[in-house]
């Protein structure tokens, strides 16, 4: 059986323990926000922290995240190149099942986009309806 391929991934402040331990199951290094920076942070910090720590932030927070981390302005690329985003637009108790159900296709996402020339930027989202990759 091939090895799985381990992803960091950065929670932010909105993403329960349930998650965490979910990913952690899977052999994924999960780094909480709140453990680097005040509770509230502004989202650019977080993103700047996951650019930092060459992770892919997890968040329920679609809106402001996504125009941080994208590949549509060259300006965002070239400021966090190192960073990633899952966005979970689900309860945290839909995202246990789905993220058990989805996480073998992110990683194999993540493993090609790691061979890609933009090979440090994962972005997804997860929803009732599936996986929708960018």
């Not at 999960?30 to 892919?56: C, F, H, I, K, T």
């Not at 995202?95 to 992110?106: E, M, Y």
Request: include cysteine.
């Amino acid at each position: 059986m091939a090895e799985r391929l381990r992803i960091r991934f950065l929670l932010d402040s909105n993403v329960s323990n349930s998650i965490s331990d979910c990913l952690r199951s899977h052999q994924h290094d999960v780094l909480r926000a709140n453990d680097y920076l005040l509770p509230g942070a502004e989202d650019r910090l977080v993103v700047a922290l996951a650019n930092q720590l060459e992770s892919v932030v997890v968040t329920f927070n679609r809106k402001h995240f996504r125009t941080l981390v994208h590949r549509d302005d060259p300006r965002t690329l070239q400021e966090f190149p190192n960073a990633g985003l899952l966005v979970l637009q689900l309860r945290p108790v839909q995202g246990i099942a789905l993220l058990n159900k989805w996480l073998p296709l992110i990683e194999l996402a993540f493993g090609i986009q790691q061979q890609d020339a933009d090979d440090r930027r994962f972005i997804g989202e997860l929803s009732m309806s599936g996986l929708l990759l960018r």
